[in-house]
């Protein structure tokens, strides 16, 4: 029964997205249903198929390998802190810290011209797939490795250059994106094998959204990919860039344990506020579980676990990825409580894999004022709630694909 509620959930958002498109006439079908005819194939092929699971916990594995690799240094400055927790890995050691080593390798590969490289031929092959416009398919495999706002920063020229509506077509994809330089993170507190699965899905998911919400027709003449900066020209001396590049990790550290703690405790002033009106069930978890419920049973849910599934989907919105993360870290490597159950350890670990939340449209939003002209930079700003919604979507769209091959 479940599995027909799955099922029946994944037509669900489609026909969300539909209903609440902007231009329901120009929807390319046939290059939507290619793109979410391929997505399912990569769901089943990740979670069910012998060499895709091989090639997912490999995967895993190789992210598992740097951050024990970045322990070493944090052994050598900290020693303390990987025996503060009962000998135990905590949020600063597993996921904050080995970002000053995944951040400047995978800098480096970009520094070689070879992550370039890839992201180049793997968006002609999904452009030639898919039937999306050349530049929204390398700009969905560019975002994997640059992240939301640095992949719309070198991509400053393509943006003046398209018009508004296709700008929106980029604003909803990067709601979805990951930086390739967390996933190592990522992989330390939910199961590794899961965070590599909706990565993919998240990619696809994103086209196939964003062309129902959104559909644009782009002219062959159009179709064109300027030049991306940074390709061409005299590259800064190695050390130079590499220790911009340690710098730059360095920030992201600070500017991610700043926004969990604050968002955390601000959570907890909020409920203790609501706590002073003597309804105990007047929480936010409770409240995102309300709000969030009808989607949560959509993805193959009792109501008693929708429900919480809910309140952590909520959560992650309104805050981020991280704060839910931490929370559920425990349980779902344990596999216990909510988490014995496989397929709810597999869609909140997908729906989590992904930026969309409150903040992102923040930095989305003033990123495009910095790079495109006002009109576009207004068009955008005006369509805020569909950039939130294609993000929730796409998540929504990921989880229960992938849900769907494990129970």
């Not at 929708?306 to 779902?332: I, P, R, W």
Request: hydrophobic share 55%; charged share 10%; aromatic share 12%.
């Amino acid at each position: 029964m479940l599995v027909v509620v799955n099922i029946i959930g994944i037509g669900a958002f489609v026909l969300i997205a539909y209903a609440l498109s902007n231009n329901r006439r120009q929807i390319q079908w046939r290059s939507v249903s290619t793109v979410l005819a391929l997505e399912l194939l990569l769901a089943w092929l990740f979670t069910q198929f012998s060499a895709g699971r091989a090639a997912v916990l490999w995967s895993a594995q190789a992210f598992s390998w740097l951050v024990s690799a970045a322990s070493k240094g944090i052994a050598f400055a900290f020693p303390e802190w990987l025996t503060s927790n009962n000998g135990g890995p905590n949020f600063v050691t597993a996921a904050l810290l080995p970002m000053l080593l995944v951040v400047p390798l995978f800098d480096i590969l970009a520094y070689l011209r070879f992550l370039p490289w890839v992201i180049k031929w793997v968006g002609k092959g999904l452009s030639k797939i898919t039937g999306q416009p050349k530049f929204e398919a390398f700009f969905s495999i560019e975002m994997i490795f640059l992240g939301n706002t640095e992949v719309l920063a070198v991509s400053k020229a393509q943006l003046q250059r398209i018009s508004p509506q296709r700008n929106l077509t980029l604003a909803m994809m990067a709601m979805s994106c990951v930086s390739a330089a967390i996933i190592g993170s990522y992989t330390q507190m939910v199961p590794g094998q899961y965070v590599l699965t909706a990565i993919p899905l998240n990619i696809l998911g994103s086209i196939a959204v964003s062309a129902l919400l959104n559909p644009v027709h782009v002219p062959a003449k159009d179709d064109v990919i300027v030049q991306v900066e940074g390709e061409a020209g005299q590259r800064e001396p190695f050390f130079s860039f590499l220790g911009g590049s340690i710098l730059g990790a360095g920030k992201l550290v600070l500017i991610i344990a700043a926004t969990v703690i604050a968002f955390v405790s601000l959570g907890e002033l909020i409920n203790q506020i609501l706590g002073l009106t003597g309804w105990s069930f007047l929480t936010l978890e409770n409240i995102f579980g309300v709000l969030m419920f009808p989607f949560a049973w959509l993805l193959g849910f009792s109501v008693s676990d929708a429900f919480q599934l809910a309140q952590y989907m909520g959560t992650k919105l309104v805050t981020n990825e991280f704060v839910v993360m931490g929370e559920v870290s425990k349980a779902m490597m344990a596999g216990s409580g909510l988490f014995q159950n496989a397929h709810a350890r597999i869609v909140l670990a997908v729906f989590l894999t992904s930026f969309a939340n409150f903040g992102t449209i923040g930095m989305i939003v003033a990123c495009f004022k910095g790079l495109v002209n006002q009109e576009t930079n207004d068009y955008i700003a005006a369509r805020v709630p569909e950039m939130l919604l294609a993000g929730i979507l796409v998540s929504l769209l990921s989880s229960a694909m992938a849900g769907l091959f494990v129970w």
